[in-house]
């Protein structure tokens, strides 16, 4: 258990849903992070934010959407959804946003957009 | 731009034996980091090693230890006396001091572990 809690699990979604992701982290950590990892690509990096403030957005496209109301607490807003978009969403967090501190991740969300 | 290339898709080790991860990065930064993560099947990813690129000497955890070969851009995991908790996928990842949160991983290597 690394102190980063994901919820669902597991999400089946058709693609005009609108669902989202839950992480919290229990670390006392001030920057949270949302990852995807699709099958045979490298763990992509998503959002970034640093004491609630989004510092990186890589390009996302909008029907993700982040929220980050606490240092505590990260969602990531699902609408309008692609078949492609179905991957694992990870969720992250470090104790400062620098490079050599060291993220600790949740257990993910396994998406499934039918 | 980081990149980081894991050439092992996958590896396979019998219990008790050693086994070495290869993962070469590109970056043209002086100050950075390398990692190596660990995926279980149960998807947690969990820091395995952590080395600091200006510090000389290869970082160990326990059975775990890299060779970094700064020169060469090298940065391989060394796993000893292999058990069958190992099994999962290996990560390497790398990150920037100084630069944007961004940690660039490789694509990963899978690990069987052989009774």
């Known amino acids: 258990e690394t102190g980063v809690t994901q919820t669902p699990r597991h999400l089946v979604m058709g693609m005009t849903n609108k669902k989202s992701l839950k992480c919290e982290q229990h670390l006392g950590h001030n920057a949270m992070y949302w990852y995807k990892q699709s099958a045979k690509k490298p763990l992509e990096l998503m959002f970034v934010y640093n004491f609630k403030e989004q510092t990186e957005n890589n390009s996302v496209p909008s029907r993700f959407s982040p929220e980050c109301p606490n240092s505590s607490h990260l969602f990531l807003h699902l609408h309008t959804l692609q078949p492609e978009d179905s991957a694992l969403y990870l969720c992250a967090s470090s104790q400062g946003g620098t490079g050599k501190t060291i993220q600790y991740f949740g257990a993910g969300t396994r998406l499934s957009v039918l | 731009a980081q990149t980081v290339t894991q050439s092992q898709p996958e590896m396979s080790v019998q219990e008790a034996e050693t086994v070495t991860l290869s993962c070469t990065y590109d970056t043209s930064e002086s100050d950075y980091y390398l990692f190596w993560y660990k995926q279980p099947p149960s998807r947690q990813m969990i820091l395995v090693i952590r080395q600091e690129a200006y510090k000389?000497?290869?970082?160990?955890?326990?059975?775990?230890?890299?060779?970094?070969?700064?020169?060469?851009?090298?940065?391989s995991l060394k796993i000893s006396d292999s058990q069958l908790g190992d099994a999962a996928m290996y990560f390497c990842a790398s990150i920037t001091q100084g630069g944007s949160e961004k940690l660039v991983f490789g694509k990963g290597t899978k690990l069987t572990v052989n009774p």
């Open chain 2, 56 to 75: 000389q000497q290869n970082a160990t955890e326990n059975r775990f230890s890299v060779n970094f070969q700064k020169a060469a851009k090298s940065f």
